[in-house]
């Protein structure tokens, strides 16, 4: 039937053929009308609102009547580049990332791997409900949390002081950040990213170890030959697609973790962005500051994209 | 579709047929650090409950542990003598439309871009992948809602947001996998696109939506961040917003309450009050959760698939 209407689009002139065309497909099309209006409206044009950063913006002539900033347009580009502030800002987005995905890449590998040791099926099931949980809490109950757990009367402390030790200030100073940043990064998200793993294996051909047991490889063994490269591919993917992700961090938690003590190390580009542009409204600044973290992610997708497809031949497009 | 871990009857046979000691050594050890896992996953969502159920000043000499300690209700009822009620019907009402909202216009938007003979599918699919890399950022999009008249109304929390392209595309991969005969038999049924839309595919693709919805909720209900930007007025906030300007405020005043050194009649303390706003505040998820379990590793999965 598709081929019969092919065939008929086919002849004719062009102006005929798109008429046509529109036509038969007219209930797509109408499908298709409120998502294209939100992605005009709320994608492309907030997209085209970039320029901004090489405008003065002038609340009353618009982003479009907006007149072009000194300098050709790029003041606020050469301001950008020679603010030592917004470097800090920029190697602490780069250094907390390369961090956290340090720490919180693995453990999601490991945790599947001890699952699929476990034989009792309701004990596995336990631990996987119980660990996908914190999945599910907002950021502001994880901040609060942590703020409970580790503040100068919280439970921490005071094992600390009942063993002797000092209390240690670890919500504002700049030392403490990263680790609790990071750790509760993993208490959310170790069970959660593990199930993508977990999936992985469970897919392995069983009849590989069968071989493997005749040949006399223990478990380790089986691990080691059998098991992880299995799941490599899976591995390798997921890994691409966090370093593609190295640019983007959780703002909605660093905005509510960052205070005085702390700023030092916790400033990233989105809460500089946020501070500047929407609290002290330099909109044409902080748009440059984004602009700058758009390129950066963008070069870090296409970079990973291209070793993806020549590494293990999956690519994003 | 690949098989889901949690269904099949086990993954490797024969835990207990091989290996001597070192095995059961091993199977020792790995219980036990789940184990550990589990606990250290609980125990601080317990102490927040035991915390809220805590007399305020024992809390402070950090006496709070395992059990509350002075058990008291009065800080429940200290919160919900305050506007927390409006907070959470807020909440409600914008996951409520927010979520009914994302999941119309996905799949609105999902549909014809799984549609082979659709003449225009590849421009579509092009104007939808290219936003998942490229966004215009913070600013420009705060005078996007600006412009458009949405500031401190809830418009402002639901049409920026009514599409999640990753989401979208999960239904994307759902709906592709409807064999194509039976839309083509529907259509030689003369059924229209939306018709197909509404009495096929959607029904077909159960499992996928309402892992969706469940992501689409939880989204709504846990975020601030929308609320911070956009909403001024207190009778609309969110709750996420309430416990926000709780845990801000918290930290300052339980400073001032120790350094002063008052407060041995306080039963109710800003850090049980946050305690009880959190309970509150996860309380619906932690129902819902249950429900919505099994189907959480068939989203992940076709979500993981496309990237």
Known sequence: MSTVKKAAVKRGSLGERIVRAIRRDKWLFLIMLLPTAYYLLFCYYPMYGVVLAFKNFKPKLGIIGSPWASQNGMKYINMIIRDQYFWRVFFNTIILNLLNLAITFPAPIILALLLNEVGSKWYKKSVQTITYLPHFL???????????????????????????????????????FRPLYIGSNLWQGVGWDSIIFLAALSSLD??????????????????????????LPTIVIMLILAMGRIMSVSFQKIWL????????????????????????????????????????????????????????????? | MTALPQKRPSSRPTAIREGGIARTLFQAVNYSVLFLLMLVTLYPLYLTVITSLSNGMDVMRGVVRWRPVNATLATYKQIFKGDIMIYMRNSVFYTVAGTLVNMVMSCLCAYPLTRRTFCARKLFTAMVTVTLFFSGGMVPMYLTVKQF??????????????????????IRTAFASIPESLIESAQLDGANDLKILFSIVIP?????????????????????????????TKSLYPLQI?????????????????????????????????????VVSTLPILIVYPFVQRYFVTGVMIGSVKG
């Open chain 2, 149 to 170: 008249g949405m500031m401190d109304t809830i418009w402002a929390l639901i049409l920026p947001a009514a599409i999640s392209t990753y989401n979208m595309i999960i």
């Open chain 2, 242 to 278: 309430h416990l926000r300007n709780l845990l801000v405020a918290g930290v300052a005043n339980e400073d001032l309450v120790q350094a002063t050194g008052t407060g041995e009649a306080f039963a109710v303390t800003e850090r049980t009050m946050r305690s009880a706003t959190i």
């Open chain 2, 204 to 232: 077909l693709s159960k499992a996928t939506l309402s892992t969706m919805v469940l992501f689409y909720a939880v989204s709504h209900w846990n975020s601030y961040f929308d609320a911070m930007m956009y909403i001024r």
């Open chain 1, 138 to 176: 907002s950021a502001v109950v994880i901040v609060g949390m942590l703020n409970d757990l580790f503040n100068s009367t919280g439970l921490v402390n005071t094992l600390i002081t009942s063993m002797g030790g000092d209390k240690i200030p670890f919500l504002t100073s700049a030392k403490w």
């Open chain 1, 206 to 231: 069983m009849e590989l170890y069968e071989a493997a047991r005749i040949d006399g490889a223990g478990r380790w063994k089986q691990t080691l030959h059998i098991t992880l490269p299995g799941i």
């Open chain 1, 257 to 317: 973790m960052m205070n005085g003590g702390n700023q030092q190390v916790a400033d990233v580009i989105s809460t500089y962005v946020y501070q500047r542009g929407i609290i002290n409204s330099d909109f044409s600044y902080a748009t440059g500051v984004n602009l700058f973290q758009s390129l950066v992610s963008l070069f870090f997708v296409l970079i990973t994209n291209a070793i993806s497809k020549r590494a293990t031949e999956t690519s994003l497009w």
